[in-house]
RNA sequence: GCGCCUCUAGCUCAAUUGGCAGAGCAGCUGACUCUUAAUCAGCGGGUUCUGGGUUCAAGUCCCAGGGGGCGCACCA
């Protein structure tokens, strides 16, 4: 580099993004190496915090036993006064236990520099024996300590809660802070253990697909695009991965599921991030109402492993409790919104009906009386029905409900109702006033599937950046016979949510941030 | 993408009409052998997001940019 004002030393970028705290510590980190470790190899512990605490569940102050430990945690709590030093130690789960150094145990000198080295955030070894503190804390009475790793940075104040910002960049330090966030990582684990264990239970095996695709398909939606170097040719983060699923089903995989990621370069805001965990499953010989069987087993199951008391009622961040127990009902989508078209209808003579004939501008005028706007340029009868239903029903769901039979123009890779015309076997689950999941009885003619293709192509031709291309490769494996099938997508970050009652930055461990 | 709000010490937050940039916790020095966010005495710590502008004087007002939040649009 000609600009040597450009570059930086990296003992000038250390020195450059620091403060007055950091540098103590980077000088008690010095120290201790010159006397020995700031970051030794390994410490000897014998038991754990939490072992401790649930060995010696209620001690009587003052109380001592001969049980001795050798534990480590991260200090979260120093109270140094002259001769009996205090400080609180925590472990990875959050459990916590105090400590106790003395002059009389551990001597003049290792009192000396457990008070200047020791600071709040350093991992700390200690060892000595169980003891209730007069106070009747739970205590480990030191006889030895070492620090097991120095901190440079101080922790932040763990008396005033984080703020939002900080916590989502700094997620390591929110689980330091908060069990909440140590909990969802938790839950979040047990759910998808929940899950794959209930599919193992019905006979399902999981795959992976591509996350980078030639063709964009498997839902509608905007694909964030890439470059393939080795290929030379534009690819696509997956929007979906029912492509490819439906390929494995073409391919004898019976029962398939895939939990993984999807991407989709639309808005972010408290329900939608840009890259999210997506369940889907495919039960070949099943239909619509099998798969919604299906659904609500995983979900209840799901439930049992995310409560605290096993229970299938779960407990929101707000102390609302939501029950997921029981057989869920399921409404008809022009049934339920004709109920309450017609309670909302003020008019002289009969509530307007609303059906799969309904002509576009009729439609149109239903919507404009109560604001909704649509793009005309892509509005459809499924559209405007969709969003009628959302006006009109959706507000009113309280427990879990699947709604039935949507407008075929909507779907276009679902199978036409069996006996109502113009309707297409879905299902849309409804928990908490947004939609959890959704479930089709699967669309098998590949003739039919070739026109849908097509629809979706002039679509996007119109400019819908959200229209499916023709996937050939996609058609050809269908033209050697899919088996008639179920099938279900649902959000993991979103079952998250409907059990924790928490938004979705806080369901996602690391969520994507400028 | 559009509109509104917001950004101050390591963390959480104050700062009157434009008039010396502060507190709590954390840190440093000292005292204290049973503390629970210990207490007491003293001390240090700031590019007020960045860059311009107005003004005798800008954390505060104006312009541009950046981060974040909320609403609308789009969507799961």
Same mark, same amino acid.
């Given at each position: 580099m000609s600009d040597a004002t450009a570059e930086l030393s990296a003992e000038q970028q250390l020195a450059a993004d620091t403060n007055e705290q950091r540098e103590v510590r980077l000088a008690k980190r010095d120290r201790l190496i010159a006397e020995g470790e700031a970051y030794p190899v390994s410490v000897p512990v014998t038991t754990t915090i939490a072992a401790v605490r649930a060995a010696h569940p209620d001690l009587e102050a003052g109380a001592e036993t001969d049980d001795e430990v050798g534990i480590a945690g991260r200090v979260v709590h120093v109270r140094n006064t002259g001769k009996l030093c205090f400080a609180a130690i925590q472990a990875g789960d959050g459990t916590r236990i105090q400590i106790m150094v003395s002059l009389a145990a551990v001597g003049e000198t290792s009192l000396k520099r457990f008070k200047e080295l020791v600071d709040l955030g350093d991992h700390l070894f200690v060892h000595g024996r169980v003891i209730a503190s007069k106070r009747g804390e739970l205590s480990v009475f030191v006889d030895q300590w070492q620090i097991a790793s120095k901190a440079i940075r101080p922790l932040p104040n763990l008396h005033s809660e984080l703020g939002e910002e900080f916590r989502v /960049?700094? %997620?390591?330090?929110?689980?330091?802070?908060?069990?909440?966030? /140590?909990?969802?990582?938790?839950?979040?684990?047990?759910?998808?253990?929940?899950?794959?264990?209930?599919?193992?239970? #019905? &006979? $399902?095996? +999981?795959?992976? *697909?591509?996350?980078?695709?030639?063709? #964009?398909? @498997?839902?509608?939606? /905007?694909? $964030? *695009? *890439? #470059?393939?170097?080795?290929?030379?040719? +534009? !690819? $696509? !983060?997956?929007?979906?991965?029912?492509? $490819? !699923?439906?390929?494995?089903?073409? &391919? &004898?995989? =019976?029962r398939v599921f895939e939990i993984n990621r999807n991407f989709r370069n639309e808005g972010a805001d408290s329900t939608h991030s840009p890259e999210f965990a997506m369940l889907e499953a495919y039960e070949a010989y099943g239909d619509y109402n099998s798969i919604a069987d299906l659904t609500q087993e995983l979900i209840q199951n799901a439930a049992r492993a995310a409560s605290p008391d096993g229970s299938q009622t779960v407990t929101w961040a707000d102390g609302t409790r939501y029950d997921f127990s029981g057989q869920w009902d399921r409404i008809d989508l022009y049934g339920s919104l004709n109920e309450q078209l017609a309670a909302a209808y003020t008019g002289e003579g009969q509530a307007p009906q609303i059906t799969v004939e309904t002509p576009i501008d009729q439609l149109q005028a239903l919507a404009d009386a109560v604001d909704l706007k649509l793009d005309p340029k892509t509005a459809t009868h499924g559209k405007y029905v969709e969003e009628l239903w959302e006006h009109y029903v959706k507000? @009113?769901? +309280? %427990?879990?409900?699947?709604?039935?039979?949507?407008?075929? =123009?909507?779907?276009?890779?679902?199978?036409? #109702?069996?006996s109502k015309p113009g309707v297409v076997e879905k299902w849309d689950l409804y928990v908490r006033g947004f939609e959890l999941a959704t479930g089709y009885s699967e669309l098998a003619d590949p003739v039919v599937q070739r026109q849908r293709f097509v629809e979706q192509s002039l679509l996007a031709a119109k400019g819908d950046p959200e229209a499916m291309q023709v996937d050939e490769e996609f058609l050809a494996a269908m033209e050697y016979g899919m088996p008639p099938a179920g099938g279900m997508g649902m959000g993991i970050d979103r079952l998250l949510m409907a059990l924790t009652g928490l938004g979705i930055r806080e369901t996602v461990l690391f969520p994507l941030v400028k």
């Open positions: /960049r700094n %997620r390591y330090l929110d689980l330091i802070a908060r069990q909440q966030a /140590r909990q969802m990582v938790i839950t979040r684990a047990a759910t998808n253990a929940s899950l794959r264990s209930t599919f193992a239970a #019905h &006979g $399902f095996t +999981e795959i992976e *697909t591509p996350m980078l695709q030639t063709v #964009h398909g @498997g839902a509608s939606a /905007r694909p $964030f *695009t *890439t #470059h393939s170097n080795a290929f030379d040719t +534009e !690819l $696509f !983060l997956r929007i979906a991965p029912e492509l $490819f !699923l439906k390929r494995a089903l073409v &391919g &004898g995989i =019976d507000p @009113g769901l +309280e %427990r879990p409900t699947f709604v039935m039979d949507f407008p075929l =123009d909507t779907s276009p890779l679902t199978r036409q #109702h069996r």
